[in-house]
């Protein structure tokens, strides 16, 4: 696929007509990456000011402990929180404290928050769905750490089956156990006990 196929995907989730010269500026300004699997989309410790639209693929948000251990804190796919940045450097302008890696091979769009930010503020459509999208991340974010805190193993596993399926097809058993604070081995005895 070439550059224009890429960004066709991105360009039909604007809410802005193709004609659009916001688009064909952003398209100019936007670079697409492929990543093999386990290639890192935004590094520990990094002062990265880009924005990343997934076009196909899947990404594992991490971060490391004060032990060293690699702990998942959330999943990224074309379909599901498909829009990655380093939070922490765009909005508090630190280094990140996690990584995103790639779970799968898998296809962006990189372009520069700020060229970003500056095109929402004059287009009111472009705000209202980064608003959305925004919104869909927190209430997401949300959702997973209350259901954590509020539930037992089983019952937060049940929860994750009933609600995001699509996370046992596309991750690795490791990650979605590390996500949910629990080992592998615990993780496999409550999904038979789950099916059972």
Not at 127 to 135: A, D, M, S, V
């Amino acid at each position: 696929m070439e550059k224009t196929d890429y960004f066709k995907v991105l360009r039909n989730k604007f809410p802005v007509k193709d004609d659009h010269p916001f688009l064909a500026e952003l398209e100019q300004k936007c670079t697409v990456l492929k990543l093999e699997k386990n290639e890192l989309l935004i590094r520990y410790n990094a002062d990265n000011k880009k924005m990343f639209f997934i076009v196909s693929g899947s990404f594992i948000r991490s971060i490391i402990t004060s032990r060293g251990e690699d702990r998942t804190v959330m999943f990224h796919t074309e379909d599901f929180l498909e829009f990655v940045k380093a939070y922490d450097t765009v909005y508090f302008h630190e280094k990140t404290n996690y990584e995103i890696k790639a779970n799968e091979r898998s296809v962006v769009i990189a372009f520069d928050y700020d060229f970003m930010f500056q095109a929402v503020s004059k287009q009111l459509d472009l705000l209202q769905y980064f608003t959305f999208k925004t919104e869909e991340l927190l209430k997401t974010i949300d959702l997973f750490r209350n259901f954590q805190l509020g539930l037992t193993s089983d019952e937060y596993l049940s929860w994750l089956y009933e609600n995001y399926s699509f996370l046992f097809q596309r991750f690795p058993a490791q990650n979605i156990a590390s996500f949910m604070g629990i080992t592998p081995v615990w993780l496999s005895k409550l999904k038979a006990k789950l099916t059972s």
